[in-house]
């Protein structure tokens, strides 16, 4: 069955990084675009970045220039390294693969961005 695991979250301060990742099973990880969101408490779910195959990508323009997304076929793995960290950021990201007709979703992981 298709499985999305994310890493790499956690507590960070303001002007700080972190790369997350999404380590991807169960389905032809080369064959599909993936994508990152986030949503904030209180707020919709939101899509912060997207890569295709092949590596095509676009972003959210709040992320734009802070945040890059990367993929390893190899290792079927999704990142997305997040420089210039602000607390707006704060918020649990999801990988998602969309597969045809179906949305997969990770269980989501905690970046908080706060001093």
């Known amino acids: 069955q298709v499985q999305l695991v994310e890493s790499g979250g956690g507590l960070v301060q303001p002007g700080g990084s972190l790369r997350l990742s999404c380590a991807a099973s169960?389905?032809?990880?080369?064959?599909?675009?993936m994508t990152w969101y986030r949503q904030a408490p209180g707020k919709e779910r939101e899509l912060v970045a997207r890569i295709t195959s092949p590596d095509s990508t676009n972003y959210a323009d709040s992320v734009k220039g802070r945040f890059t997304i990367s993929r390893d076929n190899v290792k079927r793995s999704v990142y997305l390294q997040m420089n210039s960290l602000k607390p707006e950021d704060t918020a649990v990201y999801f990988c998602?693969?969309?597969?045809?007709?179906?949305?997969?979703w990770g269980q989501g992981i905690q970046v908080t961005v706060s001093s």
């Open positions: 169960g389905f032809a990880f080369s064959l599909h675009a």
């Open positions: 998602n693969a969309q597969l045809y007709a179906i949305a997969y």
